[in-house]
């Protein structure tokens, strides 16, 4: 059975930095693609960074976020500096089979979802 457990989310401020992190099991990471995802009140859910292969991030983060993995403990990480108010949101970890991770950001390709970690930024 696939498991995430995420942790890491709270409050900071404008600029402020945030490590996220999410424990998998139920799966050998290796031959998955992880990767972060967010969603805000009253927004659609959206691709924050993906790692297979290769890694995908969504324009909105690049050189501010960087995510990572540690394989032999199956675990996710996101770190995220010089954060932003619009980075508030719910923030969720999520998984599909295949490395290469071929469907980049898009959210409904992804089957394999955690509970999700609060991310809130105030300036």
């Known amino acids: 059975q696939v498991q995430f457990v995420e942790s890491g989310g709270g409050s900071v401020q404008v600029g402020g930095s945030l490590r996220l992190s999410c424990a998998a099991s139920?799966?050998?990471?290796?031959?998955?693609?992880m990767g972060w995802f967010r969603q805000a009140p009253g927004k659609e859910r959206e691709g924050v960074a993906v790692?297979?292969?290769?890694?995908i991030y969504a324009d909105s983060v690049k050189d501010r976020f960087s995510i990572s993995r540690d394989n032999s403990k199956n675990t996710l990480y996101l770190q995220m500096n010089a954060l932003k108010p619009e980075d508030t949101a719910m923030y969720y970890c999520?998984?599909?089979?295949?490395?290469?991770?071929?469907?980049?950001?898009?959210?409904?390709?992804?089957?394999?979802w955690g509970q999700g970690t609060q991310v809130t930024v105030s300036s």
């Open positions: 790692i297979g292969e290769r890694i």
């Open positions: 999520a998984a599909r089979f295949g490395g290469f991770c071929a469907t980049g950001l898009r959210v409904s390709t992804y089957g394999y």
């Open positions: 139920g799966f050998t990471s290796t031959s998955w693609c």
